[in-house]
């Protein structure tokens, strides 16, 4: 059994990273948001944060995520699908945050999150 490193992990986190980004992106998610949580939290490495135009929108795309997460050989879970006004995915040490925008600005995550990371929109 291959023993877990530092720089195995950090890798995993920045390719799990990738795939999720990336997958909103292809997917038409708006305002993509990646907040750095490494060393401020032990909660996850990254945050992602996305929205969906609708309830649809929002569950697709976090289908989307998890089936190109699975592929890719990462495990996650899952909740909110059903009513898919906020869906959440926890991927190892990345948390997916997909939302109808009205959802978003209420909960306003991104305020809640920056005073302890640095919030960086999605290139």
């Known amino acids: 059994m291959k023993k877990k490193t530092n720089s195995n992990i950090e890798n995993a986190d ?10 909103l992106e292809d997917n ?12 401020k939290t032990s909660i996850a490495s990254y945050m992602v944060i996305a929205s969906g135009t609708s309830q649809r929108h929002v569950a ?18 899952s909740e ?21 925008p009205e959802v ?6 991104e305020k809640m999150w920056s005073s302890v990371a640095e919030v960086r929109a999605a290139k």
């Open 104 to 109: 978003r600005d209420f909960y306003n995550l």
């Open 80 to 100: 909110g699908e059903e009513k898919a006004d906020w869906v959440l995915i926890d991927a190892f040490d990345v948390i997916v945050h997909i939302f109808r």
């Open 28 to 39: 038409k998610a708006d305002d993509v948001v990646t907040i750095d949580l490494k060393g």
């Open 60 to 77: 697709s795309l976090a289908e989307h995520v998890q089936i190109k997460l699975k592929e890719a050989g990462f495990s996650s879970t």
């Open 14 to 23: 920045e390719q799990i990273l990738k795939i999720v980004v990336d997958t």
